[in-house]
C-alpha cells in the first residue's frame, strides 16, 4: 500500500507547455512538500504545505505553483515550461512542523523531459 | 559554495565490507541530522536520524555527529549487494522547521 504516490511517473513534453504533478499520502500526515531534484542529485526543496497552508515557499519562479485541496494531496501546476525544469520532482509528506525532527517520507519521484 | 557537502563516489567495496560514509557542512546552526538511501528510480528513504553530537547505532548503521567539526558519518557494517544505493546525508534545525538541506549523495557499489 503505496504511502506517498505521485502522478505521472514520467512527463515528456514540449517547452512552453504547462502540465501538472499530482501527489497524495495516506499517512495521516498533515504536513507536505515539493522538492526538485537535478542531474546532479542535489535535492532542494521547493514548496511545504501545513494542513493546507503554504509554510515554505523558496526562491521559485512564480511559473511554479502549488495547490494543496486537503492535507492528503498537494499539487505542482507549471507554466510555460523551460528546458532547465527538467528535473526529478519528489513529494514528501511529514508529521508536524516546526521542531525539525519529523521524518519525511519521500514518493518515486515525477520524471520531467523538456524537449 | 554548497551548505552541505558530500563525495559523490561511487565508492565500490567488496561485500562484507565497512562503507563509511561522510558529509561536512557550514552552518553550525544544524541541530538534526539525518541519512536517507535512495535506490534507482525511487524516493529517498530515511535510514537513521540525530538530534546533536553522538552516536546511533541501528543494526548493521551507525551514525556519528562531530558537531564541533562540523562533520557527520554513516558506518554500514558486513555490506550486501543490496546496500548498493545512493546515501544522502540531510540536516535541518528547529526555526527552520522542516526545512531539510540535503547533501549530493555519495553512489556505494558492494561488489558480490
Known amino acids: 500500500d503505496t504511502a506517498v504516490s505521485q502522478t505521472p511517473k514520467y512527463l515528456v513534453t514540449q517547452m512552453g507547455n504547462d502540465k501538472s504533478i499530482k501527489c497524495e499520502q495516506n499517512?495521516?500526515?498533515?504536513?507536505m512538500y515539493w522538492y526538485k531534484q537535478d542531474s546532479k542529485k542535489f535535492l532542494k526543496i521547493m514548496f511545504s504545505y501545513n494542513n493546507k497552508e503554504l509554510i515554505i515557499n523558496e526562491t521559485v519562479p512564480n511559473r511554479f505553483s502549488p495547490k494543496s485541496p486537503d492535507k492528503a494531496h498537494l499539487n505542482l501546476h507549471i507554466n510555460s515550461l523551460e528546458l532547465g525544469d527538467s528535473a526529478v520532482y519528489f513529494c514528501?509528506?511529514?508529521?508536524?512542523?516546526?521542531?525539525?525532527?519529523?521524518?519525511?517520507?519521500f514518493g518515486d519521484g515525477t520524471r520531467l523531459s523538456i524537449l | 559554495q554548497k551548505e552541505v557537502e558530500q563525495d559523490p563516489g561511487p565508492l565500490s567495496v567488496p561485500e562484507g565490507a565497512i562503507v563509511s560514509l561522510n558529509c561536512t557542512y557550514s552552518n553550525s546552526a544544524f541541530q538534526y541530522f539525518m541519512w536517507y538511501r535512495q535506490y534507482s528510480r525511487k524516493g529517498p528513504e530515511l535510514l537513521m536520524y540525530?538530534?546533536?553530537?553522538g552516536n546511533k547505532e541501528d543494526g548493521r548503521f551507525t551514525a556519528q555527529v562531530d558537531k564541533s567539526s562540523k562533520y557527520i558519518s554513516l558506518f554500514i557494517r558486513d555490506s550486501q549487494p543490496s546496500d548498493s544505493a545512493t546515501y544522502l546525508c540531510a540536516m535541518n534545525f528547529k526555526a527552520a522547521g522542516n526545512k531539510l538541506t540535503f547533501g549530493g549523495g555519495t553512489r556505494v557499489l558492494v561488489k558480490p
Open positions: 514528501a509528506s511529514s508529521q508536524g512542523i516546526g521542531t525539525g525532527d519529523q521524518p519525511q517520507h
Open positions: 499517512l495521516g500526515h498533515d504536513t
Open positions: 540525530t538530534y546533536s553530537s
